[in-house]
């Protein structure tokens, strides 16, 4: 367990329906990430928070997608009239608790999102 | 553009029998080099981090090395449950997000009885 939370756990939606993902980060770090991993390949870079701010969005992040951080605790992640393309394992990462762990990302199990 | 290329993309081996995984990458500047094991299902679960050319760290049958262009994860006497992907990440110092993460492919490692 590495702290990092994520709910739901998986996800089966249809196409273009709506859905949101919750992230409760290490002891509420300042610094939040967002990941997107398809089958076969790495964690690819989605989006970051640090306290409530979102400060960079990767251009993987369409128009349908949409983050926030109130108060700089858990995180949400939406995706609006989701597509088939959207399939993938969601995860949530955050530096560690301790100050030696501050450049070191752990992250949570992830949110499986079918989209059938 | 930062890349992180992993070898072999799948490597299959019988228990006991000592293997490297390799990671090469391209970036503007290395803040740092992780490595992370994932299981099927699961979120990647953190191993190493190496920050300069020449370190190593160990832990259990693993151990990681890094180089000005490369890592390598050397499995010593792998043993069935060491099977998983292994996920090499670097991060940037330098016209980078803070924090952000790039990482390769993965090797699917299966060990075998």
């Known amino acids: 367990d590495t702290g990092v939370s994520q709910d739901p756990r998986h996800k089966i939606t249809k196409r273009g329906q709506n859905v949101t993902f919750r992230c409760d980060p290490i002891?509420?770090?300042?610094?939040l990430y967002w990941y997107r991993q398809t089958l076969g390949q790495g964690p690819e870079f989605l989006t970051y928070?640090?306290?409530?701010?979102?400060?960079?969005k990767s251009r993987l992040l369409s128009d349908r997608f949409s983050a926030e951080r109130p108060k700089g605790s858990f995180s949400t992640l939406e995706i609006q009239r989701t597509e088939q393309g959207d399939s993938a394992m969601y995860l949530c990462?955050?530096?560690?608790?301790?100050?030696?762990?501050?450049?070191?990302?752990?992250f949570g199990p992830g949110t499986r999102l079918t989209v059938l | 553009e930062d890349q992180v290329t992993q070898s072999p993309e799948a490597l299959r081996l019988q228990e006991g029998e000592s293997s490297s995984l390799n990671c090469s990458y391209t970036?503007?500047?290395?803040?740092?080099l992780f490595w992370y094991r994932q299981d099927p299902g699961k979120g990647p679960e953190f191993l190493f981090t190496?920050?300069?050319a020449g370190e190593e760290k160990e832990k259990e049958r693993l151990k990681a090395t890094l180089t000005k262009k490369e890592s390598f994860l050397h499995i010593t006497a792998p043993k069935p449950e060491d099977s998983a992907t292994y996920l090499c990440?670097?991060?940037?110092?330098?016209?980078?997000?803070?924090?952000?993460?790039?990482f390769g492919r993965g090797t699917q490692l299966t060990v075998w009885p």
């Open positions: 990462a955050s530096p560690g608790g301790a100050p030696s762990k501050y450049n070191e990302q752990f």
């Open positions: 002891s509420e770090h300042n610094r």
């Open positions: 928070f640090q306290n409530e701010a979102q400060l960079e």
């Open positions: 970036v503007s500047g290395l803040r740092g």
């Open positions: 190496l920050y300069s």
């Open positions: 990440a670097v991060q940037a110092d330098r016209g980078s997000t803070l924090g952000r993460l790039y």
